[in-house]
């Protein structure tokens, strides 16, 4: 346990995360594949998220964005993902491209609904 305890405090994860990774490195290795990107309504609202993480397709998409495509810079934006993860994503994204679109779409328009729910003040008080 103090291994594994060490191996996520080093990968900066959860054990739980290492356990996860680890189990798929020896599937992988026994050539078992596991779908990469994955839906689970309890996570990100169902939106497709890349399998044992948190993180939605939608994100690395925005992010690959930002940095003009270039993967090093990706990943050390989000460096809880493997160069693998990262590349699924963006394959993942180039089949449902409609689709990610549409949610960053929405991700945008919920943004700036915020910002203009947050710009309408309250007058100011008068000092007596």
């Known amino acids: 346990m103090a291994l594994l305890?060490?191996?996520?405090?080093?990968?900066?994860?959860?054990?739980?995360a290492v356990v996860r990774?680890?189990?798929r490195k020896e599937a992988a290795d026994r050539g078992v594949m596991f779908?990469?990107?994955?839906?689970?309504?309890?996570?990100c609202a169902g939106d497709p998220i890349l399998a044992g993480t948190r993180t939605a397709v939608h994100d690395v998409v925005a992010s690959a964005r930002i940095y003009s495509g270039d993967l090093a810079q990706l990943q050390a934006e989000l460096p809880h993902l493997s160069m693998g993860q990262i590349r699924a994503a963006l394959a993942w994204y180039g089949e449902h491209?409609?689709?990610?679109d549409e949610i960053?779409?929405?991700?945008?328009?919920d943004y700036a609904q915020g910002l203009a729910a947050a710009s309408v003040r309250k007058p100011a008080r008068c000092l007596p």
Do not use: F, K, M, Y
């Open 21 to 23: 990774r680890l189990i």
């Open 5 to 16: 305890q060490e191996l996520a405090r080093q990968d900066g994860c959860s054990a739980v």
């Open 35 to 43: 779908p990469a990107v994955v839906r689970d309504p309890n996570r």
């Open 104 to 109: 960053l779409r929405q991700v945008h328009e």
């Open 97 to 100: 491209t409609a689709e990610i």
